[in-house]
């Protein structure tokens, strides 16, 4: 009687499918996957530890990091928290920005993994695609807010500026342009027969399993349950916003390919939507009234005050819509929570004095003690945050609920019984991003 061996393969972290900061321990049986170990941990970034020596605006930075394919949802997740936390609610302006940015963010998740995934599969030319749609976005971001990943857009209260101008016809001229890169994918995609041999009725994991793991997200939602947190547990002004919520059948990778890519027109539509609906705010802009930042600065420090109430302060494009004619329609009307308009810390004392004390050491808002948790739908599922407050300038303990982890956890039971070739494929469609796995 023979008896039957196995050997063990280590694939990554030295692999490119792995990012550098996984490590699978396969058992194969020739080249059947029949035990799985997963090894994290290569990245870890003290996330949480981070907010904690931080005032609360100063840790928001640091959510950028978390899931740096999707920030602006970090950004509006954990201000999100703090605010529930304080008991404030921005103005409606505000929130339709936020859901904005956030469903921008939400498609430049989805292109990015399928693009990268559909590239490890041998398909470069969807990746290039998907990639130029989401160059697209990313120049909106940067519109917005000056940079393309590292956004750092929201404040506690509001956000840091209003939309530039001229950014809803930007918009219009894009959104066809990222239709067309998705579409042209999904026909070299979606019935091409090299494609669905490599991802149909391969990394099956059944509702019952998803469940139990508490995965959410695309993972989930491709197992034909439709939980979502913005229809679940609506925020901002999710529960007033047309869209549907795409779901497959069989949790397969073809499935979870399928549901990202509904997805994609989904997060436009919402988009769409609240650009036709943005509340107006008092932000129209006169020349003769404005003045270039540094002007202001030079004016303060000669000690001709006088004029500066009559000018607006004209800025770049970092700052841009941050002035005190656009401040009180995305941001809380609290001097003691948000910082205040640019123009008012170039234009006189108090400003200048308010911004220091905002953002100091020891001098920071104050948020009352106690503890919440505020979820948002991020790229991957359930982003969550449990802040807790001991009524000091910085939080006490933040804890950062990540949606890949659980999905990680899991992935034994997607591996074990295919093969070494689906590991690349099922793998792909975790969508693991290691900012936020190892936060």
Avoid at 9 to 20: D, E, K, V, Y
Avoid at 45 to 55: I, L, N, V
Avoid at 82 to 87: D, I, P, T
Wanted: charged content about 20%; hydrophobic content about 40%.
């Amino acid at each position: 009687m023979t008896q039957q061996k196995t050997f063990f393969m280590n694939m990554g972290p030295a692999h490119p499918a792995m990012h550098g900061v996984i490590r699978l321990v396969l058992e194969l049986d020739g080249e059947l996957i029949v035990g799985t170990e997963v090894e994290i941990g290569y990245l870890h970034r003290a996330f949480e530890k981070h907010c904690e020596t931080q005032t609360w605006n100063n840790a928001i930075p640091w959510t950028d990091r978390l899931n740096y394919v999707s920030p602006f949802i970090n950004n509006c997740g954990y201000c999100g928290a703090v605010e529930k936390l304080a008991g404030v609610s921005i103005p409606e302006r505000g929130q339709h920005l936020r859901v904005i940015v956030s469903e921008m963010s939400r498609i430049t998740d989805h292109l990015t993994c399928i693009g990268a995934n559909a590239m490890e599969l041998g398909a470069f030319t969807v990746f290039l695609y998907l990639l130029e749609a989401r160059e697209y976005l990313y120049q909106l971001a940067d519109d917005i807010c000056g940079a393309r990943v590292t956004t750092d857009y929201t404040r506690i209260g509001g956000v840091k500026a209003d939309l530039p101008e001229g950014f809803a016809e930007k918009f219009r001229a894009v959104a066809p342009k990222v239709r067309k890169l998705v579409a042209d994918s999904e026909a070299l995609l979606t019935k091409n027969r090299i494609f669905i041999d490599r991802v149909d009725g391969v990394g099956v994991i059944s509702k019952e399993d998803a469940l139990a793991y508490g995965i959410t997200g695309p993972f989930l939602r491709s197992t034909g349950i439709p939980y979502d947190v913005r229809r679940a547990h609506p925020y901002l002004i999710y529960d007033r916003l047309d869209f549907k919520i795409p779901v497959g059948s069989r949790g397969d990778n073809l499935d979870r390919y399928l549901c990202r890519i509904a997805e994609i027109e989904q997060s436009l539509r919402i988009i769409e939507q609240c650009l036709k609906q943005l509340p107006e705010g008092p932000h129209s802009l006169t020349p003769w009234q404005m003045k270039q930042a540094f002007d202001f600065q030079d004016m303060g420090k000669g000690g001709d005050t006088a004029p500066l109430p009559r000018y607006l302060a004209k800025f770049c494009r970092t700052l841009e819509g941050s002035g005190r004619d656009r401040i009180a329609g995305v941001t809380v009307q609290q001097p003691a929570l948000v910082m205040p308009a640019k123009a008012e810390v170039y234009g006189n004392i108090e400003g200048l004095m308010n911004q220091f004390e905002t953002v100091m050491w020891t001098w920071g808002i104050r948020i009352p003690a106690g503890a919440v948790y505020h979820p948002v739908e991020g790229g991957n599922g359930e982003l969550g945050f449990h802040v807790v407050s001991n009524g000091s300038d910085r939080p006490y303990r933040v804890r950062c609920r990540p949606p890949c982890l659980f999905i990680m956890a899991a992935l034994p039971k997607l591996l074990n019984g295919g093969y070494v070739a689906d590991v690349v494929a099922t793998f792909g469609s975790v969508n693991m991003i290691a900012g936020e796995l190892d936060r």
